[in-house]
């Protein structure tokens, strides 16, 4: 057991991929991730062509994610595969209820 970092396959979404050392660079590596789903959030929230943006929200997360909503959105409870139908699924559901202000807890 020694102090090395967790290590998965780089995927450009910002969160999984580098190597993360420590619990602070965890969470600064989080509180970035979140800062940029909440800037797409409030891009898609206030445009009226939120499928513009998919690209951007996709490229939050990684081609072998999984998303499940559990209310936060919708009322929709079903697993949602792949970047590319997250993406698209959360643009769609963000258009939809306005989501603004979004955070990671402490």
């Known amino acids: 057991r020694g102090s090395r970092a967790h290590q998965r396959p780089s995927s450009g979404s910002g969160l ?3 190597m993360v050392g420590s619990a602070a660079e965890g969470r600064a590596r989080l509180d970035a ?9 409030a891009s898609i929230a206030q445009s009226a062509a939120p499928e513009s943006a998919v690209c951007g929200v996709d490229a939050l997360f990684t081609d072998d994610c999984a998303w499940r909503d559990l209310v936060l959105l919708t009322w929709d409870l079903r697993t949602t595969h792949g970047a590319g139908p997250v993406g698209s699924g959360l643009a769609a559901s963000i258009s939809a209820c306005g989501l603004l202000g979004f955070s990671a807890p402490e």
């Open 16 to 18: 999984p991929g580098a």
């Open 33 to 41: 991730w979140a800062a940029r789903f909440r800037a797409l959030a």
